[in-house]
């Protein structure tokens, strides 16, 4: 089921939308089902990073993952997939730098092979993608990667360049109420950055770096991340649109070491299946 497009609830920060997923997991799965719901202005005297709140960034991120999901054509309704990328993703999260996330999980109803992250700790991948990877080491090694550009606030950084913090601030409040232009502005800025411009190849490395570090700290095999991308350049993958948004795989591997892949077993069978 496709989305409905997005177009004037962004304006008015009233897109920044119920992201229950399934019960206890804290997934994705309902961003579309819950639609928009308005959001509290943010004080001004609240504390900033890069020049938006806590609250700021989340509500950001609600609005930019709606964008998300309806560029992919909806959210891939697999309840075991989905369980399996939220209890690998929340333990993945357990061990990152910022602890004041909620980290929600969601796949992409499509077979493009990619991932994204959003601003506040929403975090997709594609079924194409989460088809690809082997094992958990490597879904980890995955969603270690997304969660460090958020962790790091990578997005964040490269909207505070590009558009200063006191154009960030102004975009927000105004006389204590959200400019529904500017806003608007900010969040396409976001999407812009996530979906077509990408991080530039310094930020990438990072991310991997970081992302291997976490997902071995997690008691995943530090491997994971570098046999996804072993996958990636054997198949070629890295041109036009699929992937097109990280450096060529055969980059990212000089920069990481030369761990051994994980051994190539499908997840156990839930409890109760054979």
């Known amino acids: 089921m496709k989305t409905l497009r997005i177009l004037l609830p962004l304006a008015a920060l009233t897109a920044a939308v119920s992201l229950a997923g399934f019960p206890g997991l804290g997934g994705l799965g309902d961003i579309v089902d819950k639609g928009a719901k308005t959001v509290k202005v943010v004080e001004k005297g609240s504390k900033a990073v890069e020049g938006l709140s806590l609250q700021d960034e989340i509500a950001i991120g609600d609005a930019v993952s709606l964008q998300i999901v309806d560029s992919f054509d909806g ?26 996330l909620e980290w929600r999980f969601g796949l992409l109803n499509s077979d493009e092979i990619n991932a994204f992250s959003a601003p506040g700790g929403r975090i997709f991948i594609t079924r194409g993608l989460y088809k690809l990877v082997a094992n958990d080491d490597e879904l980890a090694g995955v969603l270690g990667h997304e969660i460090e550009h958020i962790d790091r606030r990578h997005a964040v950084k490269i909207i505070a360049r590009g558009q200063g913090l006191e154009a960030i ?3 927000l409040t105004i006389a204590g109420k959200f400019d529904p232009a500017k806003y608007d502005g900010l969040v396409s800025g976001f999407s812009d950055v996530i979906l077509k411009k990408g991080y530039d190849k310094d930020t ?5 770096k970081s992302g291997r570090a976490l997902a071995a700290t997690s008691g995943f095999a530090p491997g ?3 046999s996804v991308i072993e996958k990636l350049r054997d198949k070629g993958i890295g041109s036009g649109k699929t992937f097109s948004t990280h450096p060529a795989a ?4 000089k920069k990481l070491p030369a761990d051994p892949a994980p051994v190539a077993t499908p997840p156990a069978a839930p409890a109760g299946k054979k």
């Open 75 to 100: 959210v891939w309704r697999n309840p075991e997939a989905t369980r399996r990328v939220n209890l690998i993703g929340r333990v993945l999260g357990r061990y990152a730098q910022r602890q004041d």
């Open 169 to 171: 601030k102004e975009g």
């Open 204 to 208: 990438e490395f990072d991310a991997d």
């Open 224 to 226: 994971g991340l570098r």
């Open 250 to 253: 055969e980059d990212r591997l």
